[in-house]
């Protein structure tokens, strides 16, 4: 039995409240799509749905603070991100779950792409995450890619549009011609607290490719100033956005499912926090959802997470979290949520 934020220390299963998950969407701009929310409901889901996902990409200021070259390869894991992101996947397939990873193209140049090739195998799915981290919202060259600043001739004469559309499609036909798998959805580098929202050409780009959802929506939310530990405004605040964080159908069709607050990225970079710091603001978070019979979707990096929590102690205060929950929670990969979250 794991306490909640100023609520009952026993898990309940209230129902999930449609028309507040709209009234927070409308308040973020995304007035007009309850529909996706209401057919959500219809989908005979009763209980909360926790995905585990990692984005395989190099992190600046990681594993040192002064490591500012990832930028310009972040394709180029090391062995330490690579290891980290296999024992992660073993743990959670022991625990009866699956990780749902994404991938970032130019991985798939390393010489060796075996450790890649296991966790497929394993049965965790692998999804696309664009071939060089590229700004999907970018309406500039210069707003691609640190890569394309540093090289501009490498997209020379090509509009935003056009390499944003290529960057998604060869690492789909990478990661099918390299490790043998079709890649499992596609997640936006660095998210947006808006998604997609009034960009369908972006939307409708996707569709085109054969995704059915994306992973774009990174809700706003407090966090502290360097190595100041979180208060309780900033670890409400987190708990607040989870109700952001719910999955939601665009007008064009395509299925949304936002990245939950607060990520490694936003703990360990932005804020410089301590691991008991992040672990507490993950299981407030964590335990809202399965109080509320909602979703969450935690995000990090195999090459953050892994310098900060070696012992992997979030993944596994996370399963921990719903095993305790019993009937009223499971581990999802994505694709279960988007099933879920289908359009009527």
């Known amino acids: 039995m794991v306490p909640s934020n100023g609520n009952s220390s026993v898990f309940t299963r209230r129902r999930w409240n449609q028309s507040a998950a709209a009234a927070c969407l409308a308040g973020l701009g995304f007035a007009g799509h309850a529909r996706g929310l209401q057919a959500a409901s219809t989908s005979g889901n009763r209980k909360a749905q926790i995905a585990i996902t990692l984005d395989l990409e190099m992190s600046r200021n990681f594993p040192r603070r002064e490591d500012l070259h990832w930028d310009y390869e972040k394709g180029n894991l090391n062995d330490a991100t690579k290891k980290y992101a296999v024992d992660a996947g073993q743990r959670v397939k022991a625990r009866g779950g699956r990780i749902h ?97 009034d960009r369908e050409d972006l939307q409708q ?62 703990a360990f ?28 979707d935690f995000l990090a990096h195999p090459s953050c997470l892994g310098v900060v929590d070696p012992e992997l102690k979030t993944i596994d205060m996370i399963c921990d979290l719903v095993k305790a929950a019993g009937e009223s929670a499971e581990i999802v990969d994505l694709d279960q949520i988007a099933s879920a979250t289908a359009p009527a």
């Open 101 to 197: 990873y994404f991938c970032v193209g130019r991985v798939l140049e390393q010489p060796d792409v075996t450790w890649l090739k296991q966790i497929a195998d394993e049965g965790h799915p692998i999804g696309n995450h664009t071939y060089d981290h590229v700004n999907v919202l970018a309406q500039k060259p210069s707003d691609l890619q640190f890569r394309f600043q540093r090289s501009p001739w490498l997209i020379e004469g090509r509009s935003p549009a056009d390499v944003i559309q290529e960057n998604i499609r060869i690492t789909t036909l990478a990661l099918k011609q390299r490790i043998g798998i079709d890649n499992r959805g596609f997640r936006a580098p660095g998210g947006f607290n808006t998604g997609l929202n």
């Open 205 to 266: 780009i996707l569709l085109d490719l054969g995704f059915k959802w994306v992973s774009s929506v990174y809700p706003a939310h407090a966090n502290t100033g360097p190595q100041e530990q979180p208060s309780e405004v900033v670890c409400n605040s987190i708990v607040a956005a989870q109700a952001k964080s719910q999955p939601f159908v665009y007008p064009t069709g395509l299925i949304e499912i936002p990245m939950s607050p607060i990520s490694d990225i936003g």
């Open 269 to 296: 970079r932005t804020g410089q926090w301590k691991l008991e710091w992040f672990l507490e603001a993950v299981r407030r978070a964590v335990v809202w959802t399965i109080e509320n019979e909602a979703t969450f």
